[in-house]
């Protein structure tokens, strides 16, 4: 019986799983700090929480099929500003060179409060084609100018990316790493392309201490399975490809926790929320389905997408911040930011003489946080779950296993040790309340409501965002999932869903969420056709093992030593509740799907396409229409103007007229619809194009080499 292990490194804690999928059973898991302050920085505790679960997994080790990671810590460099300077090298040609110049001129780009990306600019006249002493001499000048990374972003790439490869060749032979636009997104929108690149490169030095120490960890432990990386929207990425791309894994944390909720709670809609030490992030499930964003930089777009989640700096573990006799804020430091332990999980002993210190948890820090300091000089943080635990509001209701992890997930504790938790949080806030003029019961139920007040308020904007009504569930995730979400919930008058193991979720979702197939066949390598077969034919396997269709990627390696070319397609099971557990579906069953998820009679609806992958249903050529894969997952709903289907050749024609029919002159701007492709396996939503020519060049190189029915949604 197969076991598949799942990682997940959040900002406090890094947690591994190990579970069987059929039937579905925890058998180990394994919760360490996540090692910021350590000299390898969160690999450290990665490869520390991995060691753990191995090692309980004893000689069952050898039936680890698949390791699953997803993380926060590209998403984490970027807010903490923890990036390369990053040289951006733009290439443009006659008669848009004006143009090129200034779209790839980006400046600085702001993160987050006080963290900027920081970038240099060169750019390359390829008119006459690129001559590799003037690419030095800009690679000369980039690394002057203190760059560590390189973007490199040429007009008309997608297209013609030779000029990219030529800049990223001799930047490699330099040893910089580089991102070439290309690369990330077959996407026209040279600025968003740069971006893009440029906000990828900047993370690429510490991704790639990761990929080395986890591949380390594996490789001691003589466990050669394929390593494969959450992406933000659901997908899933090779270790190769999240060293090239780690961008796409922002936002991976709230999407493994997502496709938890959604594989083992029947959830049409909700709001979950995951709280971890110091931060929490709130994500939504409507229709059945998550939804995704396109992330922006200074409200720019870039084409990177993930899970729509709200980020909240306030968790289990945040401190409170105390004014002249009250608290002003709970946030955004933490316990795990000061190095401190919870109060409300030491002894009474532990507490005894326990006096007030406010402390500045980092340099720079105001002097402002609240904790307890004993007579020996140790000292315990005022958290707030603590709080929580003081009030009595903590749900301890054990896991229906019974695998209970106490000293590691506080709030799966037993109720007798919730009590003695509560008793020692009172007696910890006791000094506070001094000050505060409060009891111990009211300075904890303060810090609490400055927690909850920061929470709340972003699962009330979530939910007015997506017209949530007040019957819609606050879903608890996360090792302080069940300290706040239920607190959260009375505030907002929702109910609250406690899962199973709301504490390693995340990783279990990791875990059962991504898929790999494998083919090889013999080759002579001289490009005889095999490739585009294999990769088909892995391409279809990866989908009838689970996958939804649209996360699927296929990687090509040839091994000239033993002949043989592999190709590897991964993926990833839909993000819509119980996608994990179906078996595939008729057509009747499809139509039902896309019925649902249109809102309307199935009778209304016909279907104008078939392959493979999808069923593509619709009303007489316009109007509502549904895009389902072969498990029942809708993978696209929308209200369309028009929908073509036709062969690759004819629907090229027709498409081009229908962008031309629907685009909308403005004057200063032309309005063009938005437009989606569905061709085999891929949708491709060719709506950030910026020409209509754009949109066809795009469809072309879609539609490229397949035969077959191809469908364009157009909608505005």
């Not at 396409?609 to 993978?635: I, P």
């Amino acid at each position: 019986m197969g076991i598949r292990v799942g990682v997940d490194v959040g900002g406090t804690f890094t947690k591994a799983v190990a579970v069987t999928v059929q039937p579905l059973r925890l058998r180990a898991h394994a919760v360490v700090p996540t090692s910021h302050t350590a000299a390898a920085g969160v690999t450290e505790g990665v490869a520390e929480t991995l060691r753990a679960l191995l090692d309980d997994l004893e000689d069952d080790r050898a039936q680890v099929e698949l390791v699953a990671y997803s993380t926060t810590q590209a998403m984490n460099a970027l807010l903490e500003g923890d990036v390369a300077r990053v040289g951006v090298i733009g290439i443009g040609v006659e008669p848009e060179l004006r143009l090129a110049r200034k779209r790839t001129q980006v400046g600085d780009l702001k993160l987050a409060p006080g963290r900027v990306l920081h970038t240099e600019h060169a750019f390359l006249d390829a008119t006459r084609g690129l001559d590799p002493a003037r690419v030095d001499a800009a690679l000369d000048r980039l690394q002057e100018a203190g760059c560590t990374a390189l973007a490199v972003s040429g007009a008309f790439s997608v297209d013609a990316p030779q000029h990219e490869r030529l800049v990223t060749e001799r930047a490699r032979e330099r040893g910089l790493p580089v991102c070439a636009g290309h690369e990330l997104t077959g996407t026209y929108g040279l600025e968003t392309r740069t971006i893009s690149a440029a906000v990828n490169a900047s993370i690429l030095p510490v991704v790639e201490r990761t990929a080395r120490v986890v591949e380390g960890v594996l490789h001691d432990a003589g466990i050669d399975v394929p390593l494969l990386v959450l992406r933000g929207d659901g997908g899933a990425m090779s270790l190769e490809a999240f060293r090239s791309a780690p961008s796409f894994t922002i936002g991976s944390g709230p999407a493994a926790g997502v496709a938890a909720a959604l594989h083992q709670l029947a959830l049409n809609d909700g709001i979950v929320l995951e709280c971890g030490g110091t931060s929490s992030n709130v994500s939504v499930v409507k229709g059945g389905r998550t939804v995704l964003r396109t992330l922006r930089v200074m409200g720019r777009p870039t084409s990177i997408r993930s899970v729509d989640s709200w980020v909240v700096g306030a968790a289990g573990g945040s401190l409170g911040r105390l004014g002249r006799r009250k608290l002003d804020e709970a946030g955004p430091r933490s316990a795990h930011v000061a190095g401190l332990s919870y109060a409300c999980f030491a002894t009474p002993d532990e507490l005894e003489g326990a006096e007030l210190e406010l402390v500045a948890p980092r340099d720079g820090d105001p002097e402002t946080y609240a904790v307890v300091t004993t007579p020996d000089g140790r000292r315990h943080a005022l958290t707030a779950t603590c709080a929580a635990h003081a009030l009595g509001l903590v749900d301890v209701a054990e896991p229906a296993d019974g695998a209970v992890a106490a000293a590691r997930s506080p709030a799966d504790r037993s109720a007798q040790a919730a009590r003695r938790a509560q008793a020692a949080a009172l007696d910890a806030f006791a000094p506070l309340a001094k000050r505060m003029k409060r009891t111990p019961e009211e300075a904890a139920r303060a810090l609490l409501d400055r927690t909850v007040d920061k929470i709340a308020h972003a699962v009330a904007d979530a939910a007015h965002t997506h017209d949530f009504g007040p019957e819609v569930p606050v879903v608890a995730l996360g090792g302080a999932g069940t300290a706040l979400a239920p607190e959260v919930a009375r505030r907002l008058g929702r109910p609250y869903v406690r899962p199973e193991h709301p504490e390693i979720l995340s990783s279990i979702g990791a875990a059962l969420s991504l898929v790999r197939c494998e083919i090889a066949r013999h080759s002579n390598g001289n490009g005889d056709g095999l490739g585009l077969t294999l990769s088909r034919e892995a391409e279809r396997a990866c989908v009838e093992a689970g996958a939804a269709p649209q996360t699927v990627r296929v990687e090509t390696f040839f091994e000239p030593r033993d002949g043989l070319l592999r190709a590897v397609a991964t993926g990833a099971v839909a993000l819509e509740s119980g996608a994990a557990g179906r078996d595939p579906v008729d057509e009747h069953a499809q139509l039902h799907a896309a019925a649902g998820a249109l809102g309307m009679d199935e009778h209304g609806l016909q279907v104008v396409a078939r392959n493979d992958f999808y069923r593509v249903f619709c009303q007489n050529g316009a109007g509502a229409v549904a895009v389902v894969d072969g498990l029942g997952s809708v993978a696209l709903a929308e209200n369309a103007k028009r929908v073509i289907a036709d062969a690759p050749g004819a629907l090229l024609a027709r498409l081009s007229e229908a962008v031309d029919d629907g685009a909308v002159n403005l004057g200063v701007a032309t309005l063009l619809p938005r437009v989606a492709i569905v061709c085999g396996p891929h949708i491709v939503d060719l709506s950030d194009a910026r020409r209509a020519e754009d949109i066809v060049t795009g469809a072309r190189a879609v539609l490229d080499g397949h035969d077959g029915t191809a469908v364009a949604v157009i909608w505005s």
